[in-house]
Structure formats: structure tokens, C-alpha cells
């Protein structure tokens, strides 16, 4: 993208956040990512907030119907620094109570920057590759970040969630169903596993044919 169009998103940022919309009205989530190709990385991110019934903001005039929602875009804390520090400082007044930032590379420097800019919003880190993990985790004291492993951007999301549900109880309510549909998961793969017999198990999970 150009100067220009650099320009226009941070311009549009400002816009944004200019309109103190109604936080029931803004995303609560943001996502942002170094690259496009971290793409498939972060979608983990959009899986767990989708199965947690968030919905897609695509434009911040027009929320979507489901109170909880996500916005993303690509910012590069190398290439396009401005972005970053326009996203980072906007942040609150744009609405959004939590961030996952993800990058990739040995200085994957977008999700430590965007927590110091946008403190005291919580910043959640997805390095997008293992060599990430050191970047994104090396923080000095007094300037904190919260992190998943390599390539976790589904618990990213999930830890996203945690942070909001401290203060709307339907999501708290979310979370528990949530987790307790996951042991419900256990629960049957371990007595098919021991009923079933392992062969029989394979050929029922396993088995694609
Ligand atoms: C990082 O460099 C990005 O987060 C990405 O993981 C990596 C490579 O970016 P591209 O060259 O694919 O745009 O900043």
C-alpha cells in the first residue's frame, strides 16, 4: 500500500475514534497481524470468537446485530510504524478493551510495541512462528504483555474473552459452556476408546472414509 493509503487508514483511525461511539456499538476485540500472510496463523483467533458467537465488524459505523464483535487489519510494526502507533493510541477512545496482536520473523516487535502504546489496554501476543516467541515475550519490567505459544491464537481468543467476561457476565456464561462442552468432548472419546476397543475407535474417529 502507499504513503497515501497508509495515511488514509491512520486518518481514519483518528476519525473513529473522534466519534466516541458507544462501546456496545464498537468491537471489543482487536485483531491485528504483521502481515497477510499470518493470515492462517490468526485464524484461530476468528474460529474461537466465531464459536463464542462474536461477530465480524467490517465497518465501525454499523455494528453488527451480536453485541460482542472482532475487528482486524494488517499492521506492521517494521513497514508501517505509524499504523501501529495510530491503532495503539486510538485504541480506547475507538472502543476496543482488549487486543491480540500477532507477528511473525525473529523481531516480531508488532505485539510488544502496540501493548506499550495502547497501556493500559491488554495486549495478548500470538507469535506466529516459534522464533517469534522470544520477541514477543521479551519485555522489560513495568511494561507488560500477556503471551500465548507459538501459532496459539485460538487461546488468544479465549483469553481475550476472559478479559471482557470480567465485566458482561454473558460472557462468563459463554466461557463455562464453553469448557464444559470440551470435557463433554473427553468424556465420549474416552469411552468409545475403552469400550469400543482401539481399532474399532480408529475406524470411528479416525477414519475419514
Ligand atoms: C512479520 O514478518 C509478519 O508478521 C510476518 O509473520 C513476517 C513475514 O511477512 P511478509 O513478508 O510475509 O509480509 O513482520
Redesign the pocket.
Known amino acids: 500500500m502507499t504513503d497515501d493509503g497508509i495515511q488514509a487508514l491512520i486518518d481514519r483511525l483518528h476519525e473513529e475514534a473522534q466519534q466516541r461511539r458507544d462501546p456496545a456499538e464498537t468491537p471489543d476485540v482487536g485483531i491485528i ?6 493470515l492462517d496463523t490468526m485464524a484461530g483467533a476468528f474460529e474461537a470468537l466465531s464459536e463464542l458467537d462474536f461477530a465480524e465488524q467490517t465497518d465501525f459505523a454499523e455494528a453488527p446485530e451480536a453485541r460482542f464483535s472482532y475487528e482486524s487489519y494488517v499492521v ?3 513497514r508501517t510504524p505509524e499504523l501501529m502507533y495510530a491503532y495503539g493510541e486510538t485504541a480506547t477512545d475507538r472502543g476496543l478493551d482488549v487486543i491480540i496482536a ?4 525473529k523481531s ?1 516487535d ?1 505485539p510488544n510495541m502496540t501493548a506499550s502504546i495502547a497501556y493500559p489496554v491488554p495486549v495478548i501476543g500470538v507469535p ?2 516459534e522464533k517469534s516467541v522470544d520477541s514477543v515475550l521479551g519485555m522489560p519490567t513495568g511494561a507488560p504483555i500477556v503471551a500465548v505459544d507459538a501459532g496459539k491464537s485460538y487461546n488468544a481468543a479465549l483469553s481475550a474473552v476472559q478479559v471482557l467476561s470480567r465485566e458482561h457476565e454473558q460472557l462468563r456464561e459463554r466461557l463455562v459452556e464453553f469448557h464444559e462442552s470440551q470435557k463433554g468432548g473427553v468424556a465420549e472419546v474416552s469411552r468409545d476408546l475403552h469400550d469400543l476397543g482401539i481399532e474399532a475407535f480408529r475406524k470411528k474417529h479416525h477414519d475419514d472414509s
Do not use: E, I, R
Open positions: 497481524m504483521g502481515s497477510d500472510s499470518d506492521s510494526a517494521h500477532g507477528a511473525g520473523g516480531a508488532l506466529v512462528q
